[in-house]
């Protein structure tokens, strides 16, 4: 009960752990390898508050289930506002997106899905920026908000809340509450920090990850961004890490944790390292466009901090429950989780892999000093470079095209969409290039997809403009196989098995492979439709009716499967098949959903232009 899990975490702060039932438990932990080496509140913390309630809610396919019926939590990471859009922002964007639709599509979101995204925008950087382009720093992060939510909106992303960390009274209050917790349970200490700082980063480098700058001249980068760095050393508020090095390793113990695979090995090489306190303030002398440390107008709070921060503030429509839960010494944690009103913890953070440290490491510990839940699970994509292989940036001038400018047009935008979440890898960095991306949309999308969809409704085929008889005696299936080689049950087997792949495709949180299941029915559909040649036949012959019925339900499969990836077409798609949109997710994709003989059609439509 909570009642002996607080008494617990009481009696080891006191180091007295004497009350039988809490021996017991110890005992059961370390028996199953959970043993907690050093009583120290963290850890008791971390197993009883978080661990227990984040690992006993997740069902077998990997997602939380929570605990009070509040929608999960998936979140992209909060854009800097120091420049506009560019594809690896979009790509960050749609990820998280066609994710997050994919979990409602599949049933896998009981309560639904609330999607965060957001500007982070304080910081010396952004302050000097503004200076130097002679506007105030306002306007210069209100510009900058604008362009990524005008981006968002082009590219179909449904954000609920969308935090810009310097516009929100609720964002600081969340970042203060969260201060004072960490304060008030001893996980902050004052100290002169010294260290490498890399001022392109706005972030401490540790010294295992600093090397020889490549030209020569003698200077330090980062090895992660290549960015050049400084060792400074001045007065700071630090976190220490290493108390929290068994719970972060105990929580990447889960080999579902962060996907890629490769990726959450990185964050164990990096608790292999040393790890040096993380500092969480910086002198209001140096740094005062930020939030100020509570109780001390001397410091501001870092940056990092206060930007993932963001996910407890995102967590509720009115974030007061956040803060009054961190504000909880006693039951906040479980508040949190508990709450119908809050989304916590997450369950998934999209990022790129440039920030994996942040969000596997320093977020982590973070929660685990607080004693909050962590995320469920982590989802770290590549980057998107230019045929030679260098990272596609705004800052590197590489881009052969501005986005906001390609998506003034509709149908670029839903192109690029499509084309970053069929081509975009989360292992290995991607090529960007706008003829591949004219190409996949000419040959999947116009030709596969649109192509079948005007043959499949087409006035000639079918003039009554219905969905034709299955020839099956007044049933809602599809059709029997009137044809020799069994065709018509190929392509309903084929479509089920795509079905089957997509599911478990988005409980590996693999969206590319959600797109490539959609993609190859299609295929299957359009050789179906051409060796069977419906055109032969007579208009009222019932080997026409079939082989159109067959298309059609392939079809609509298909569009189900692709609403996740390009919602606005696939809704098109499915309002000419006639298709409610009460029967619109994968839980009515089978052929047993078929529309029944003589539903209507909708407007004619050419799904995608040429």
């Not at 001045?234 to 220490?240: D, I, R, T």
């Not at 108390?243 to 080999?255: F, I």
């Not at 839960?325 to 790129?352: M, T």
């Amino acid at each position: 009960s909570d009642v002996y899990k607080r008494q617990y975490q009481r009696r080891v702060r006191d180091q007295q752990p004497t009350n039988p039932t809490l021996t017991m438990l110890r005992s059961v932990w370390q028996r199953c390898g959970r043993g907690v080496r050093v009583w120290s509140h963290t850890a008791v913390a971390y197993r009883i508050d978080c661990h227990h309630r984040s690992s006993h809610t997740k069902s077998s396919d990997g997602v939380g289930t929570g605990g009070g019926g509040a929608p999960l939590l998936v979140s992209t990471p909060i854009y800097y506002a120091n420049g506009e859009p560019h594809i690896g922002h979009a790509y960050s964007s749609v990820l998280a997106d066609a994710t997050a639709r994919a979990l409602v599509q599949s049933g896998r979101a009981e309560h639904g899905v609330r999607l965060a995204s957001g500007s982070d925008e304080h910081g010396f950087k952004v302050a000097r920026s503004a200076a130097e382009a002679g506007e105030s720093v306002q306007e210069r992060c209100q510009r900058f908000a604008d362009a990524f939510e005008t981006m968002g909106r082009a590219l179909d992303v449904d954000v609920a809340a969308f935090t810009r960390t310097s516009a929100s009274p609720a964002h600081a209050a969340v970042v203060a509450a969260l201060w004072r917790r960490l304060a008030r349970r001893g996980a902050l200490v004052r100290t002169e920090y010294s260290g490498w700082y890399c001022e392109s980063d706005e972030a401490f480098v540790p010294d295992d990850r600093v090397v020889d700058a490549p030209d020569g001249s003698g200077g330090k980068v980062s090895a992660e961004s290549g960015n050049a760095v400084e060792r400074i050393t001045e007065p700071s508020y630090a976190l220490p890490l290493e108390p929290h090095r068994a719970a972060l390793r105990e929580w990447l113990a889960d080999e579902t944790r962060i996907v890629p695979p490769a990726r959450r090995h990185e964050a164990l090489a990096m608790l292999a390292q040393p790890l040096p306190p993380l500092s969480v303030s910086r002198p209001r002398s140096r740094v005062a466009w930020g939030l100020p440390v509570p109780d001390d107008d001397a410091h501001t709070i870092y940056v990092w901090l206060d930007a993932l921060a963001n996910y407890l503030t995102a967590a509720a429509a009115a974030p007061d429950a956040v803060v009054a839960a961190l504000d909880d010494d006693d039951a906040g944690a479980a508040r949190l989780v508990d709450s119908s009103d809050v989304s916590w913890p997450p369950q998934l953070h999209v990022l790129g892999k440039d920030i994996l440290r942040f969000h596997a490491v320093y977020w982590p510990a973070i929660l685990f000093a607080a004693g909050l839940a962590p995320p469920q699970q982590l989802l770290v994509h590549a980057h998107w470079t230019t045929a030679a292989g260098d990272k596609l940036s705004k800052s590197r001038r590489n881009a052969a095209r501005s986005l906001l400018d390609r998506l003034a047009d509709t149908a670029d935008a839903e192109a690029l969409r499509y084309f970053l979440l069929r081509r975009g890898a989360l292992a290995d960095d991607a090529p960007f290039a706008d003829d591949a991306l004219v190409a996949c949309r000419t040959s999947e999308l116009v030709d596969g997809w649109g192509n079948l969809l005007s043959r499949a409704t087409a006035p000639k085929m079918l003039p009554a403009q219905c969905w034709p008889d299955s020839n099956e005696e007044q049933s809602n299936t599809t059709v029997n196989d009137t044809s020799d080689d069994g065709a018509v049950q190929a392509l309903r087997a084929a479509a089920a098995s795509a079905l089957d792949e997509a599911r478990a495709a988005v409980d590996a949180r693999r969206v590319q492979r959600v797109a490539e299941c959609g993609v190859s029915l299609l295929r299957a559909a359009n050789a179906f439709v051409g060796a069977r040649e419906p055109w032969r036949d007579a208009p009222d012959s019932p080997r026409r009716a079939a082989t159109l019925h067959a298309a059609l339900d392939a079809l609509r499969v298909a569009s189900l499967l692709l609403v996740p990836v390009v919602p606005r077409a696939a809704d098109r798609a499915l309002d000419r098949l006639g298709v409610p949109h009460s029967q619109r997710s994968w839980a009515h994709a089978s052929h047993t959903h078929a529309p029944p003989p003589n539903t209507p059609f909708g407007a004619t439509i050419q799904l995608f232009a040429r």
